[in-house]
């Protein structure tokens, strides 16, 4: 397990500088409005974005809460966050330093897909929201359907070898479901990726795995495209992916 977290701390170190521009999804202006609509906050709220990366999440809701706090296990990135977060602390997320009922916002955007023991870190997202009000936003790439699920897990388990599973929108819902969150709702939302750039601004991922996913989206079975809408223009391949923005309350609303 030490020697997965010295990797996985060692690939954000290398990705701390340009995270904001790894991807389209990081910066999607769609996928950030989408969190801040469905957050339910108010003034004197405290907010938690874990695995805050270089904290853009939680930089939605400065000026509107109280404070808003980051956790994360690479110092790299927090060297970033701490520009545009109040506070930020070095941490894992399956065993949060924060007292119980803390927050009235916790955020997760795309890191379940990492964490070793993914009910462990629910669990730990549940403790430290506010019974009171708290809300959770747990958001995640997952795929369409059974007609995609085989070739997404493939693609995305060459794009990042410390990836510890793909998550489906149903095993999603029933861990968050089973951890105590009430009110669940599924939220849907698209973002085109262009894959060599996304491939291109990812140093975990090796040349022969770069070259192994192209091939993949380019002899991808008809149905798959019919999803995704894979197509290529002007040398670029184009590929839908599918985000899923869960909320859910502590308490019943």
């Not at 927090?78 to 009235?104: I, M, Q, S, W």
């Not at 023991?117 to 730990?124: C, H, S």
């Not at 009000?133 to 359907?145: A, N, T």
């Amino acid at each position: 397990m030490m020697k997965v977290l010295q990797e996985t701390k060692r690939q954000f170190q290398l990705r701390a500088a340009s995270y904001d521009r790894s991807a389209c999804w990081v910066r999607d202006e769609g996928l950030l409005g989408f969190h801040k609509r469905v957050a339910r906050v108010s003034p004197k709220d405290n907010i938690l974005d874990i695995c805050c990366g270089t904290g853009i999440i939680g930089n939605l809701f400065q000026g509107q809460v109280a404070s808003v706090t980051g956790i994360d296990i690479s110092p790299e990135m927090l060297l970033y966050a701490k520009r545009r977060l109040d506070v930020c602390r070095l941490g894992n997320c399956e065993n949060l330093p924060f007292h119980d009922n803390t927050f009235g916002l916790v955020i997760c955007r795309q890191a379940l897909h990492l964490v070793k023991d993914l009910r462990r870190a629910l669990r730990e997202m549940y403790r430290v929201t506010s019974s009171s009000h708290g809300q959770v936003i747990v958001s995640q790439i997952v795929p369409f359907g059974n007609g995609d699920c085989a070739l997404v897990r493939k693609i995305h388990y060459k794009k990042q070898p410390l990836m510890k599973r793909l998550l489906k929108e149903e095993r999603l819902v029933k861990e968050i479901q089973r951890t105590g969150f009430q009110d669940i709702k599924i939220h849907d939302y698209i973002i085109t990726e262009p894959i060599k750039r996304w491939l291109k601004k990812a140093p975990e991922t090796k040349k022969r795995a770069k070259r192994e996913i192209i091939s993949l989206l380019l002899n991808a079975p008809a149905t798959y495209r019919r999803l995704h809408q894979t197509r290529v223009v002007n040398g670029e391949i184009y590929d839908n992916m599918r985000w899923v923005i869960i909320t859910g309350f502590k308490d019943k609303r």
